[in-house]
């Protein structure tokens, strides 16, 4: 693990989103699922069970943005560019739950946030070459395989 890069969240911050910002997010995640299912990169179908993914994600980029005191831009049409700052932005609902990190991921840092409904936990960031581990990939579920880093992997 290498040292925090600068605008880098503490391991371990806790933010808790003022309804204002909850609202922002839900806006952003909102465009995001409408501007994926009308470019036919999710079917209406996927696009019902994503708003909660989109909008969770958004509402954990703010965190992300809150806790290093950067402006949240929810900007769209950017899949594959950093979220905040340099850093790619990663959720979980799951308390336990792991960074996963797609072949077809950029190169870049990665930060996993944990929580939902507007309280989040900030657990580290890792850089994507050291994320990529024979140790750490998976294929759960029939899906392509993926890197799953743990958390106390995470600085």
């Given at each position: 693990?290498?040292?925090?890069?600068?605008?880098?969240?503490?391991?371990?911050?806790?933010?808790?989103?003022?309804?204002?910002?909850?609202?922002?997010?839900?806006?952003?995640?909102?465009?995001?699922?409408?501007?994926?299912?009308?470019?036919?990169?999710?079917?209406?179908?996927?696009?019902?069970?994503?708003?909660?993914?989109?909008i969770e994600g958004a509402?954990?980029?703010?965190?992300?943005?809150?806790?290093?005191?950067?402006?949240?831009?929810?900007?769209?049409?950017?899949?594959?560019?950093?979220?905040?700052?340099?850093?790619?932005?990663?959720?979980?609902?799951?308390?336990?739950?792991?960074?996963?990190?797609?072949?077809?991921?950029?190169?870049?840092?990665?930060?996993?946030?944990?929580?939902?409904?507007?309280?989040?936990?900030?657990?580290?960031?890792?850089?994507?070459?050291?994320?990529?581990?024979?140790?750490?990939?998976?294929?759960?579920?029939?899906?392509?395989?993926?890197?799953?880093?743990?958390?106390?992997?995470?600085?």
């Open positions: 693990m290498g040292p925090r890069w600068q605008f880098e969240p503490a391991p371990g911050t806790v933010v808790t989103l003022s309804v204002e910002a909850m609202v922002q997010a839900l806006m952003a995640g909102g465009r995001r699922t409408i501007a994926a299912s009308r470019k036919s990169m999710r079917s209406p179908s996927q696009a019902k069970r994503t708003w909660d993914i989109d509402m954990a980029e703010m965190a992300v943005a809150k806790a290093t005191g950067m402006y949240f831009e929810p900007e769209l049409d950017k899949f594959g560019d950093a979220d905040v700052g340099v850093l790619h932005v990663r959720h979980t609902t799951l308390e336990d739950g792991c960074l996963i990190l797609r072949p077809e991921d950029p190169e870049g840092r990665y930060c996993l946030v944990v929580g939902q409904l507007g309280r989040y936990r900030i657990v580290g960031c890792i850089d994507s070459a050291d994320a990529r581990q024979d140790i750490w990939m998976r294929a759960p579920n029939g899906r392509p395989a993926a890197w799953f880093i743990p958390q106390n992997a995470l600085g």
